[in-house]
């Protein structure tokens, strides 16, 4: 602790009556604020000059408090209902960690990568306790060359993610890991590699996920899905367009209890998948479409309905290559138990009629 120092600038005004509040202090580059469980209203900017960050609405600073030289903010609200908006003009990596704790929370982070930036790292944390009302929402537009974004919504009940990368760039690496009963993530990028992880441990009703990727060049595109919803009647739809591109798909999608529908659309060249979709128990819709090619690899796809009466496809539409090819496996969809619909490629067991 003895490399805090607590700083308080706006005209110099002395701490002493807003550390009874909260407090506020620069540890290791990351300006670290706890404020009391009075509801919150703070802005913070960040940039667009490298490390310098201004906070609006903070008590005992009147005139807002302004910081140079940082790398990261962390924030802890109180419990009462927060508002935290976000933005972040820099070409430089930054760190955002927002906990608002208990207590209705609106979290809103908006990024600007400006032109002519080469690496940037953008870090977003946004934690709270279990609650009703977490709204996040974050919203990035990058014009880096390379852009790697790592966002984690935590508890947040909501949540809104939307990524952008209107210029060609090279590299485009996103990590999501949200849980939100509602989530959505659209992604457009002209990057020429993207790599999206795709994660969360749903919250138990009904979740509902839509998941937008499109790569507007040519390229490859890795979606790696790390997903497990709960009991309640889940809706997931991934819906990934690679423009004359190569799109491999990766992870588990895992339903669980509830009759839960999953759809994966991918519209690309080629398509390869180890990709594994879980039905569990219910009757539960599980879909791979792919508009392109469907190229067998040494992985594969597997559909699982699990019991209750599922309806289970894997489909291409541009057909299936790569069959008999020296380490290639097929795909494999079992209904288990319940009368089970399919209309699959590759190896089907207890499913009990097409459709
Ligand atoms: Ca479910
Ligand atoms: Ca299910
Ligand atoms: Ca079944």
Known sequence: ???????????????????????????????EVTTSDVDQSLIVLVGPTAGEVRVLG?????????????????FTTGL????????????????????????????????????????????????????PDQYTRVEVETHADN????????????????????????????????????????????ALFMDVALGGGFRGTDDTATYTLTQTIPGSMTVDAGMKFWGGDDDVTATISSTNGTVTLEGVINASGGDDSVTVDVDASRTM?????????GADELTLLTRGEYKLSSDRTIILGNSGDDTLM??????????????????????????????????????????
């Open 314 to 355: 894997l489909r291409s539409l541009g057909g299936v290559t790569g069959t008999g090819e020296a380490g290639t496996r097929l795909p494999l969809t079992n209904g288990g138990p319940g009368i089970d619909l399919y209309d699959a490629f590759g190896a089907v067991s207890n499913c009990e009629s097409t459709f």
């Open 273 to 281: 998948s180890s990709l594994k979709l879980k039905g569990a128990g």
């Open 1 to 31: 602790m003895d490399t805090k120092r607590f700083i308080g600038l706006a005209g110099g005004i002395a701490l002493g009556g807003s550390v009874c509040q909260g407090a506020v202090g620069v540890v290791g580059g990351v300006l």
């Open 58 to 74: 903070l008590a005992g600073f009147p005139g807002g408090a302004s910081y140079t030289g940082l790398t990261g903010i962390d």
């Open 80 to 131: 009462g209902d927060d508002t935290v908006i976000v933005g972040v003009t820099s070409d430089e990596d930054f760190d955002v960690r927002v906990h608002t704790r208990a207590g209705e929370a609106d979290v809103v982070v908006t990024w600007f990568i400006p032109p002519d930036s080469t690496d940037v790292m953008c870090g977003i944390d946004v934690l709270s306790a279990k609650g």
């Open 147 to 190: 852009t790697l974004i790592d966002i984690n919504t935590g508890n947040s009940t909501e949540v809104d993610i939307n990524v952008d990368a209107p210029d060609t760039a090279v590299s485009l690496d996103l990590a999501v890991v949200a849980r939100g009963a509602l989530t959505t993530v659209d992604v457009v990028a002209a």
